[in-house]
């Protein structure tokens, strides 16, 4: 006799009054449903809790176990779970590094042999009473039709800091960070999410991606997956806590930008040579104490940072790459420069400063495309006339040395903005000062001046200047004239006073004439300060009447 099919309910005969009337009742427990139970055997046919699917709320029909976490679903429902959520478990919400599951027989022999004990019930939303047939779909190849949308949902998966920026029910498409195109993703943004876990090896899989910046974050590795992204042309892991980085990344030949800066990189391979497309490359703020001559072969590098690093000498080789436009070398332990750098003509930005050079090369004259010179904080006692050939320099920084004087041709620099001087032992400015008249900051703090040229008055483009911590006595009347001047800093002098000129500098922000020998000041000065203009004053200081 074929078994009747029912949803929720069993007859069952009520011993009530002795009659033998039908009643009906459901197979859940009483219990589960938070009544009392009617009678002793309440729960006879119900179906145990242990045979249900924690997804469904159903007994198993192809009952499988999640590899990764142990946990026990029905292969469609934990399937569906994957194809909507990406690689977690749905019990503990924790990110699974695969997807994989596993026929559990054990599980269809306990739920058969119930269904042999209660050949009257057919299970709540079975259609049959029978198991079915173990499906051969173990979960691995979840992703692979979903393309590079499984791809970024198994990553948000993983990471709960993805979680909290890709919302769960949005497309990918319109996630922070993620640029589609034609259901591909062509480039990924996510510098300062607080990335910490694992790069999933899936990433390998977007073989549309040409940008991914994962700089700002955590991470302490990457998938050698990553070398599959042959259309990758910008790739930026700087501000990592990288101490290498897998072999596959040098496979990459298709890449112009290559950041790996302020990591914990204590070495480079010689295989970086052959990303022979770099016109870019960070590897600044590691522990590199040498880098592979191979470098100096990447002709194409517009662009080379190195700066903060423990590299004590510069290759003969470093003058091959003549299309470099920036390098950037300071913060490491340089005794000296090549002269070869001298080749690298095209030039406009040249980092030297925070090394431990005691002088330069006249072979950096040559560089006439230099916009920006940076050679502060290192143990110069001269510079080289040669520098006044650097007639586009817009920036020069000499800042913390022991220069004593400075060559006559800086002063032939005309196109300079910028000239910091601070910290040295210069004695005195010459006149020819004044013919820098496209200067806007000038910073002579911390030397051994007594005395400033009249001729400074000159600079009227002036908007910053710095003589504090020296051993002025005056300063010229004609600093009046600097009409532009923003900030002017006469602090730590041995003035006694200072020109009134000062008060017709209705442009400044900020005077600071603190720690001199000042006792009384110029009514016009006092004006200024009306005027709103703060000012730095030893306690006593007063004003003419």
Known sequence: MTPSKRRKTSAVL??????????????????ARGDLPDAPDADLDAEPEELMCPITRTMFRDPVMVVDSGHTYERSAILSHFERNGAKDPLTRRALSSTKVMTIWAMRNVVQAWL??????????????????????????????EGDVGVLRTWRAMCPELQERWPEAARPDCWEGVWMENGRAVKLELEGFGLTGAVPAEVGRLSALRVLSLADNQLMSLPAEIGLLASLTYLDLGENQLTSVPAEVWQLTSLTWLDLSENQLTSVPAEIGQLTSLEWLGLGGNQLTSVPAE?????????????????????AEIGQLTSLTLLRLGGNRLT???????????????SLGGNQLTSVPAEIGQLTSLEELGLGANQLTSMPAELGQLTSLRGLHLYYNQLTSVPAEIWQLTLLRE?????????????????????????VYGNRLTSVPAEIGQLTSLTRLDLSGNQLTSVPAEIGQLTSLELLYLGGNELTSVSAGIGQLTSLRRLHLHCNQ????????RELRDAGCPMDLDAGVTFDE
């Open 116 to 145: 042999d004990k209660h050949p009257g019930v057919t299970p709540d939303g079975w259609d049959s009473r029978e198991l079915l047939e173990p499906s051969k779909d173990d979960g691995t190849r979840t992703f692979d039709d």
């Open 336 to 350: 000296s420069v090549p002269p070869e750098i001298g080749q690298l003509t095209a030039l406009t930005v040249l």
């Open 518 to 525: 000042l006792t009384i000041l110029p009514a016009a000065i």
């Open 419 to 443: 000239l910091n001087l601070k910290g040295n032992e210069l004695t005195s400015l010459p006149t020819e000062i004044g013919q820098l008249t496209s200067l806007e900051r000038l910073y």
């Open 295 to 315: 470098i100096w072969h990447l002709t194409t590098l517009m662009r080379l940072d190195l700066s903060d690093n423990q590299l004590m000498s510069l290759p």
């Open 14 to 31: 009520e011993p009530a009054s002795g009659n033998a009337t039908q009643g009906v009742r459901t197979r859940r427990s009483a219990s």
